[in-house]
């Protein structure tokens, strides 16, 4: 088996955080398996444990439709070839992919006109040439099978996971976070909300409370708005890309972790601020319902005053704070790379 690994090229998002975990659990059951990646890698560590295999001289979406597959018949058996990232050579037959939304399609008014137009293009076709489609939630199942009309029993769910690095706390061991800040975690893009969630927060008449926002542009969305809004506010601080370490520190002593985004197709952030004990308020949109459980508050994410006021309610209210925490180390505990990994390599096992 060889792993498409162009994921390694690529800054890190919720898709890369994904390729990178689950390829470590499958290095690590199956020590023979593969790694090809093109000549711009990114993350030398994880290269270096993955053993990746540099080939070919292009990058991005030429290598990985041309490059990648002359290579993979190069290699004279036809081997499947895993693909983690949503993308995969459409003329490579004996493959699978993993496809975490159809957000591109459904709304490709978030996305640069480059990349809605590939993806567009592309991902039917790779949806339609692959054997196995593995997808994070029953709502990405269902989201992959409607928008790319693709049968649901080709369609796998394998879900994703926190870290083990984010559950630092037992659930004997609660504490009850500061609240001089509430956090949210993700990448500066026109679905996660964000002009919303400042509306929100400029409601909520708390003077002391600040809010921290974790998160890196990409050139892959459309245009932010946010520019417009940084230096409003001296309670709104912009982090960046920041060390697990120090996203780790943020969750572990937020008030509150607020996620309303309009589209996911499951959700990372939230169960790494589960998994580290913050209580969350996520919008009842997309997988987060069913990815969340009785571990959140939901709000609707189209309403400011809403997200306002579920905020509000978790704030002023230590008990449901409490159980927030509770649950929230509970629901964390059910996601787990191990048993995606080994779930992935036991349907693999299944094709002839």
């Known amino acids: 088996m060889i792993v498409n690994a162009r994921f390694l090229t690529q800054n890190l998002t919720g898709v890369q955080r994904h390729a990178i975990e689950i390829s470590l659990v499958l290095k690590k059951l199956q020590p023979d398996i593969r790694f090809i990646a093109p000549k711009n890698i990114i ?17 991005g979406y030429i290598w990985e439709q041309y490059e990648l597959p002359r290579f993979m018949k190069n290699q004279g058996h ?20 993993t496809i975490h939304d159809t957000a591109p399609l459904r709304h490709p008014e978030w996305y640069s006109w480059k990349f809605a137009t590939v993806y567009k293009w592309l991902l039917p076709r790779v949806a339609k040439s692959s054997r196995i489609i ?11 099978a409607d928008v790319l009309k693709i049968d649901r029993a080709k369609i796998e769910v394998i879900h994703c996971a926190a870290n ?16 001089d800040y509430i956090l ?31 998160g890196s542009k990409s050139k892959v969305f459309a245009e932010s708005t946010l520019d417009k809004t940084e230096s409003l506010s001296d309670q709104i601080e912009f982090t960046g890309h920041i060390s697990d370490d120090r996203l780790i520190e943020l969750y572990r002593h937020a008030g509150l972790f607020v996620y309303p985004s309009l ?15 913050c209580p969350c308020v996520v919008s009842d949109s997309g997988s987060l319902p069913e ?62």
């Not at 036809?78 to 992919?97: F, R, T, W």
């Not at 589209?263 to 004990?277: H, I």
């Open 263 to 277: 589209y996911e197709g499951f959700g990372l952030p939230p169960l790494e601020a589960m998994a580290c004990g």
């Open 78 to 97: 036809g081997g499947l070839l895993i693909n983690l990232a949503n993308m995969a050579p459409i003329n490579y037959k004996n493959k699978i992919v």
């Open 164 to 179: 083990q690095r984010f559950s630092r706390l037992k659930s004997n061991e609660i504490d009850i976070p500061t609240q």
């Open 43 to 59: 993350h030398d560590k994880i290269a270096e444990i993955l053993g990746a295999e540099i080939i070919g001289h292009f990058t």
């Open 291 to 352: 990815i969340c459980g009785e571990a959140a508050v939901y709000c609707d994410p189209y309403d400011s005053n809403d997200i306002t006021a579920k905020i509000n309610q978790v704030l002023s209210d230590e008990n449901l704070k409490q159980r927030l925490i509770e649950n929230g180390y509970s629901q964390a505990r059910k996601f787990n790379w191990e048993k995606s990994a080994q779930r992935l390599l036991e349907t693999i096992k299944k094709l002839s």
């Open 134 to 144: 593995f997808s994070d939630s029953e709502f990405s199942k269902n989201e992959i």
């Open 184 to 214: 949210c975690v993700a990448s500066i893009d026109p679905r996660k909300n964000f002009t919303r969630l400042l509306e929100a927060f400029s409601l909520l008449d708390r003077r002391n409370l600040k809010l921290i926002i974790v």
